[in-house]
């Protein structure tokens, strides 16, 4: 039996590409034009596990012209073998409590099945092997009124479904985390100290999503951990090339020994008008390992944590840089009328902040 994991799904417009973004795009082709790619992740696996990042509702709806996706992108989905989404994250809510609702009764509609909320627990089976996911998200990474209904991640809530699934006689235990800090390639302390523990606790495999880079893979003692697998689906392909790159992961459970009999995982590039497509495995492997020699060489250290806040904060330095610098590598990348757009919408970002500083004043 096999499980494929996938990072932050995105299928939504930003500000600055409104008009020829994700959600833009596939109005126009409704994912004909990227089914195959996605279809090189997830074909072979009965579950697929990713992140939805943004809410799927209808236009009349939506409280702006950003941050959400059209209802038929879950079908989309549903069509590429994704059939279980984590809606515990940032932005699940930019919509607000209608939005979400929406979201959730869209996704049950295609017979999506949602960790995530409200601290539900999924429940799989083959034969007699029993596997259940979790999903929750960091409290810190809230920005919306999240009504009580988002599965929050804290050690009493994990614990506590840890301790269902324990109940349940469960063979296969998997945690999906919403947390950690934005584009550093490497997990807090608190993080890691949070990781052992639940693995020491019972759990087998954790896998982590936000950060929108790819962090380590640490096994430790029994238990497997993906600290973040980047992004999947976003756009701005050209932010920057750690941005630009994510991981699928695949977990072999063998049903009769009701246990793990391997984890792979495979490198995700995404791109402008394909969205995605597989890297070459030994590029993507070379690139990995640079991270996880990284990760080795730095957690062995005893001010750990103290360099990590160094470069947490000297990767938020360089995003910046890149965000901005990106957008001109993006205006010579795109279509001609894309162009058009991205100048409208530049103007139009920076019109509303020059608006709003004035208001201020």
């Known amino acids: 039996m096999k499980l494929t994991f996938l990072g932050d799904i995105?299928?939504?417009d930003e500000s600055f590409c409104v008009g020829f973004g994700?959600?833009?795009q596939f109005q126009q082709h409704w994912g004909g034009e990227w089914k195959s790619n996605l279809l090189n992740f997830t074909r072979g696996s009965e579950y697929v596990i990713g992140n939805i990042e943004s809410p799927l509702i209808s236009t009349s709806m939506a409280i702006s012209d950003i941050f959400y996706g059209h209802p038929q992108f879950a079908a989309f989905l549903?069509?590429?073998g994704v059939n279980v989404l984590n809606v515990a994250n940032n932005h699940i809510m930019e919509h607000g409590t209608n939005g979400y609702e929406e979201t959730l009764q869209t996704l049950k509609n295609k017979d999506i099945k949602v960790i995530g909320h409200n601290d539900e627990i999924l429940y799989l089976r083959e034969q007699d092997c029993s596997i259940a996911i979790a999903g929750f998200c960091a409290p810190n990474l809230l920005e919306h009124s999240f009504d009580n209904t988002l599965s929050i991640l804290s050690k009493e809530n994990v614990l506590s479904s840890l301790d269902a699934m324990h109940a349940h006689n469960i063979n296969v235990k998997i945690f999906c985390f919403h947390w950690g800090n934005?584009?550093?390639?490497?997990?807090?302390?608190?993080?890691?100290e949070f990781a052992y523990e639940l693995i020491d606790a019972g759990a087998d495999v954790i896998i982590g999503h936000h950060p929108?880079?790819?962090q380590p893979y640490e096994q430790y003692n029994n238990g497997h951990i993906f600290y973040s697998l980047g992004n999947f689906c976003f756009n701005n392909p050209y932010e920057s090339k750690h941005y630009s790159r994510g991981m699928a992961v695949t977990v072999d459970i063998d049903i009769d020994k009701k246990q793990i009999s391997d984890i792979a995982f495979s490198g995700v590039r995404l791109r402008q008008y394909k969205l995605v497509e597989k890297i070459d495995a030994t590029i993507f492997n070379a690139y990995f390992s640079k991270i996880q020699n990284w990760y080795r060489a730095s957690k062995i250290k005893e001010n750990y944590e103290e360099q990590y806040k160094k470069e947490q904060k000297w990767r938020r330095f360089i995003e910046r840089i890149l965000m901005k610098t990106s957008m001109i590598i993006l205006f010579f990348s795109?279509?001609?009328k894309d162009k058009v757009m991205l100048i409208k919408n530049v103007f139009h970002i920076f019109l509303s902040k020059t608006t709003n500083k004035n208001d201020l004043n």
């Open 10 to 12: 995105f299928p939504a």
């Open 22 to 24: 994700i959600h833009s």
């Open 78 to 80: 549903k069509d590429c």
């Open 182 to 192: 934005e584009y550093i390639h490497k997990p807090s302390m608190q993080q890691r």
């Open 212 to 214: 929108h880079v790819i």
């Open 334 to 336: 795109i279509r001609a």
